[in-house]
């Protein structure tokens, strides 16, 4: 019986052909083409601006948003330490927001505490594919005159009271590494429905270069890899056996390789947008994309249902509309749990997550958030990708019940 990894890339032979097709023909409008089906098709409208990754887009949305030196940006603490990292790039000031407790998603009720005269924006995550609440978070902004943006990098699909999210804020950011639920082998994106904004936001953009040719493939065979890695046969028999060895010496080797630097890498003037052949990638993941959501919502539910009454195990509260980029789950001995996990034959990751408020990079900006502190200890990513089927799903199930009579 193979064993089950923790992700799979998304990306097809459609994806592969259809880069090759890109690159050789040098087709330029594929990224024009990409950004607007990207607009049509998952938000309804608008403008998207392809960006060198989302933690760009967020630098450039600030900025166009005309954002001051000292200006305070509020964002939830537990968090990809990238976000407070680019509002400190744009010369803000990140404010800390703990999480509801047991969850992974900002307490709205303690927004106003920090609402001060120098908030102009503040930032909604719908982190894993989970949407925010959009409705507490936009009566609050607008009660003060605050601006709200949303980080959709883990929310591509989603949907918050009947819309898609991505669309209630001012602006939206998007990331697109190869395990999103939409890629375009890396970058990101950034979209909004105000053409003044818009024509900022592309004049940002109009100032970076395209991935080079050979950048690209050298992204598309990384994608390659870890489609040929995360098959159940070559990881069951190669990469399983390594994880094990590499885990008694205190390592992750998938964590290691997928690891993004937390900061806004170098200068973001010098950074790249995705090239034509990326954009061509997207353009053929936008016709399945609603596809691979469905198996994903599918999975999440059904895995959800499988684990419910578990002792020990906290399954954070969802929203309807969720996607499921991601299946975390809560637990005191995570660490424990992922290595009894893998001698099951199922693979888990600690996630990249981390309670901002506490990390030395942003000691001066910090905050007291416990809840935040809690989740970033305790939270563990269980395997939900769409090529899963619930014969699969019942595996990860059992693996966890037994896992955890022995943690």
Not at 177 to 191: H, I, R
Request: glycine letters at 8%; charged letters at 25%.
């Amino acid at each position: 019986m193979f064993a089950i990894p923790r992700f799979r890339p998304s990306v097809s032979h459609r994806e592969v052909l259809s880069f090759l097709a890109a690159a050789a023909l040098l087709r330029r409008h594929a990224v024009d083409a990409c950004e607007r089906d990207f607009a049509r098709r998952l938000l309804g409208g608008g403008r998207v601006v392809l960006a060198p990754s989302a933690r760009v887009a967020l630098c450039w949305l600030l900025e166009a948003l005309d954002l001051a030196p000292g200006d305070e940006v509020v964002t939830q603490a537990f968090n990809f330490p990238a976000v407070p990292a680019a509002i400190r790039a744009a010369g803000g000031r990140p404010r800390f927001l703990d999480l509801a407790p047991g969850s992974f998603e900002a307490d709205w009720r303690r927004l106003d505490d920090l609402l001060g005269p120098r908030t102009r924006v503040v930032v909604v995550t719908h982190l894993y594919g989970n949407p925010a609440d959009l409705a507490a978070a936009a009566a609050r902004c607008a009660d003060r005159g605050v601006t709200l943006v949303e980080d959709c990098a883990q929310g591509i699909g989603a949907a918050a009271g009947g819309r898609p999210v991505g669309t209630t804020g001012r602006g939206a950011i998007f990331s697109l590494g190869p395990t999103k639920n939409l890629t375009l082998l890396g970058g990101g994106a950034v979209a909004c429905r105000d053409e003044g904004l818009a024509r900022r936001l592309e004049a940002l953009a109009a100032r970076h270069g395209k991935v080079r040719p050979l950048a690209s493939l050298a992204l598309m065979v990384k994608a390659a890899a870890l489609g040929v890695a995360t098959h159940p046969l070559p990881f069951s028999l190669a990469l399983l056996p390594l994880l094990r060895l590499a885990e008694r010496r205190g390592v992750d080797l998938v964590h290691q390789i997928m690891e993004e630097p937390p900061g806004v890498i170098g200068d973001p003037i010098r950074a790249r947008r995705p090239s034509a052949a990326m954009a061509a990638v997207g353009l053929a993941q936008l016709g399945r994309v609603d596809a691979l959501n469905r198996a994903r919502v599918r999975n999440g539910w059904y895995l959800r249902s499988r684990l419910a009454g578990v002792e020990r195990l906290t399954l954070p509260p969802l929203r309807e509309g969720c996607v499921f980029m991601s299946f975390p789950v809560l637990h005191p001995e995570r660490e424990v749990l992922a290595r009894a996990l893998r001698d099951r034959g199922v693979d888990s990751d600690l996630g990249f997550m981390a309670d901002c408020s506490s990390l030395p990079l942003f000691a001066e900006d910090g905050a007291s958030c416990p809840h935040s502190a809690r989740t970033a200890r305790e939270i563990l990513h269980l395997p939900i990708y769409p090529q899963l089927e619930p014969r699969h799903l019942d595996r990860v199930a059992t693996a966890v019940r037994a896992a955890l009579d022995g943690v």
